[in-house]
């Protein structure tokens, strides 16, 4: 019987291919609109978040601003710094802009970046040729220094820079490396930049303070307590004067902004829903004005000693069909439009199956929900009063 029932269901959609199509049309749009909003907005950020991540989730960045009798922090604090337990390394930066020389072709307005010997330590593949700056480097104040992809290609163009004396503010430093050239909003001036020991920018740049840190953990899983001895540490320093220093955890940011994106998923697939559920208001209509036309069919089968329950599968049957064949279509246009809205914005394609889980499984569920009415008005239908409309 439930075969029967099964090919009756499909029988009669296929006889009304255009109010069929309509119905469907909701649940399409409603399905399609999950799909396409949910896995564009993941893939992109995805992508955010990939960028976020290479700024170091193992990372906690300090920023100075210092009081008016000291305006950052010095080597001391450093060391203070490095010190502290589950703490894999300290890299202060120094940073301003100047010229550079090389053969009397000049570059302004170039990017000093002062590092250490730990920050090409945590980023290895930094260096694209070279190699990276050394403890002997940071100690002894060599004049070395390693520059971006741009300024290799403007400067040193068809030749090898290594080992080539570069003037930095009238100064000769000797290039021991080039920079790997990045197309990430992190790290593009890294591709306009010139780094070179902070123990020699801090001459080039006349200052004597360092205003920026970053403190790499050596287990992340303590980084409240990481950064609540950091925060000692430079109370301590700066005589506990108020809005002397900012501590930046990059692992909780990540961590927040993974909440964010998780809240604006649900909150947009929320909204999408809302299309599903006028897509099921359509196809309880359809399936209540197909109750009325039907009145004879369904007399005659009640006549012929069919039970209510069949009758009830039947038409709960069709609204079944109508919810599973607009989900399934609305699956493949809405991960057509992902793929192409992704595509066109540089997003990662990634469509979840958790994503095609929740639309499909939706769309199902709202077949059944607002084909339960219908149904049951045509199980309860009397079959006398129904035949005399013959």
Same mark, same amino acid.
């Given at each position: ?23 469907? *049309?909701?649940?399409?749009?409603? @399905? ?6 949910? +896995? ?6 995805? $992508? ?24 950052? *922090? ?12 589950? %703490? ?5 930066? *120094?940073?301003?802009? /100047? +010229? ?28 694209? +040729? ?13 004049? %070395?220094?390693?520059? $971006?992809? !741009? ?25 021991? $490396? ?12 890294? #591709?306009?930049? @010139? ?7 801090? #001459?080039?740049? $006349? +200052? ?13 899983? #303590? ?15 700066? !005589?506990?004067?108020? #809005?002397?220093?900012?501590?930046? !955890? ?41 109750? /009325? ?62 994503? %095609? ?32 409309? @013959?």
């Amino acid at each position: 019987m439930f075969k029967e029932n099964l090919k009756m269901s499909w029988m009669n959609l296929i006889h009304n291919k255009m109010r069929s199509f309509l119905t469907m *049309l909701g649940i399409v749009i409603g @399905v399609a609109s999950i799909i396409a909003l949910i +896995t564009i907005v993941k893939g992109a950020m995805n $992508g955010m978040t990939s960028e976020f991540s290479s700024f170091g989730a193992d990372k906690i960045s300090v920023q100075s601003m210092g009081t008016p009798l000291k305006q950052g *922090l010095i080597d001391s604090d450093i060391q203070k710094l490095a010190e502290i337990e589950d %703490v894999a390394g300290v890299s202060p930066t *120094l940073s301003g802009n /100047t +010229t550079v020389v090389y053969n009397g072709n000049e570059k302004t307005d170039v990017s000093v970046q002062g590092k250490n010997n730990v920050y090409f330590s945590k980023n290895k593949d930094l260096v694209e +040729t070279g190699r990276g700056l050394t403890v002997l480097d940071i100690e002894s104040k060599n004049n %070395v220094c390693l520059i $971006g992809a !741009n300024i290799a290609n403007e400067l040193f163009w068809g030749e090898d820079p290594i080992g080539k004396k570069l003037l930095i503010s009238g100064v000769t430093y000797t290039v021991v $490396g080039t920079l790997q050239k990045s197309n990430s909003f992190s790290d593009s001036s890294i #591709n306009e930049a @010139v780094i070179i020991p902070y123990t020699t920018s801090m #001459n080039i740049l $006349g +200052t004597g303070y360092i205003s920026s840190v970053d403190v790499y953990m050596g287990d992340s899983t #303590n980084s409240e307590k990481i950064t609540a001895d950091i925060e000692a540490v430079l109370k301590q320093a700066f !005589n506990y004067k108020d #809005n002397s220093f900012t501590v930046m !955890n990059m692992q909780d940011m990540l961590a927040s902004f993974n909440k964010m994106t998780t809240m604006l998923s649900l909150m947009l697939g929320g909204i999408a829903s809302i299309s599903l559920v006028v897509g099921g208001i359509g196809i309880m209509n359809m399936m209540l004005v197909s109750v /009325t036309e039907r009145t004879t069919e369904i007399g005659l089968r009640k006549a012929l000693g069919a039970e209510p329950k069949r009758i009830q599968q039947q038409f709960l049957l069709e609204a079944v069909f109508l919810s599973l064949f607009g989900g399934a279509i609305g699956f493949l246009l809405g991960a057509l439009i992902a793929w192409g809205v992704c595509a066109l914005i540089g997003a990662n394609f990634a469509l979840s199956t958790a994503t %095609v889980l929740l639309a499909l499984g939706f769309s199902a569920a709202i077949g059944i929900i607002f084909g339960i009415a219908p149904a049951r008005k045509a199980s309860r239908l009397n079959p006398i009063d129904a035949l005399r409309s @013959v």
